[in-house]
């Protein structure tokens, strides 16, 4: 085996590069052609070594032995200086491959992702909703409305506490006033009677009457819970108008713009308040 080796070793040898010059072609993208032309004439001159070693190997017959012993030695450090010049040229050649694939793709990468040039969106054009038109509401000229003032009183009562019930002292303002004198507003056929009921129901003040048939008329009975007769036989409620005290009842008599009802209570049949030719307010 030893001499077979010593005697094909340079064949051994340009093979073995042959085949590395072969890989590293295919593997770098190379032209095949001249790496098989490169594989030949390494192999032709492997081949003229080898002949000319068996020449000198005939010649040499005293020194065989100790080529046979350092030929391997040297047949594997030639194998393994080869091997890693290929491993070499390889990796320099893998490297090359990858930087000139990772150059192409971000090439590739560049050219497909064109710039996208993003416009700001445009800004929204106010709508402005139109204004809604409210009919307009036509009020009543107050002008043309008519009016009257009226007040309630009980201040005769001030001087005759003493005839009232301990109960019903206490139904006298201080002052006398039940209501003092206000203005309203009257419809054309109001009479005293509809302006007393309507004031005493928005005011919220106590008012009780009743009917009359013998003057066809409303009598009022009390007001703010003074009655007739609370301070004696001859007390009750009396009214007058614009000064005079009619002698009719109220619910008789049809008021006119700018009349002026005064309610008042007496002690004395009207005597005490200017009311003596009046038979109260029936």
Known sequence: MIKFLNKYKWVITGVILAA???????????NVEEAKKQAEVTTAAATSDSADTTALTHNKI???AT???TAPTEAASTVETTSLNATE???A??????AQTTTSAQSSAAVEKPTEKTSAPAAPVPVTKPQEQKPTEEKPTVSAKKRCTISISCATLLNNIDKLKLDDRELVPDDGWILKPTTVFINSNDTVFDVLKRVCKNKKIHMEYSNNPV???AYIEGIGNLYEFS???????????NGWFPNYGCSQYSLKDGDTIEWMYTCNLGYDIG???ARGND
């Open 275 to 277: 009311g003596s030719n």
């Open 93 to 98: 050649t893998s490297a090359v491959h990858t």
């Open 67 to 69: 080529q046979n012993s």
């Open 89 to 91: 040229s390889l990796t």
């Open 231 to 241: 301070a004696g036989s001859n007390s009750g409620w009396m009214y007058r108008v």
């Open 62 to 64: 005293a020194e065989e």
């Open 20 to 30: 590395v010059l072969l890989v590293i072609a295919f593997i770098s993208g190379g």
């Open 215 to 217: 003057y066809n008329s």
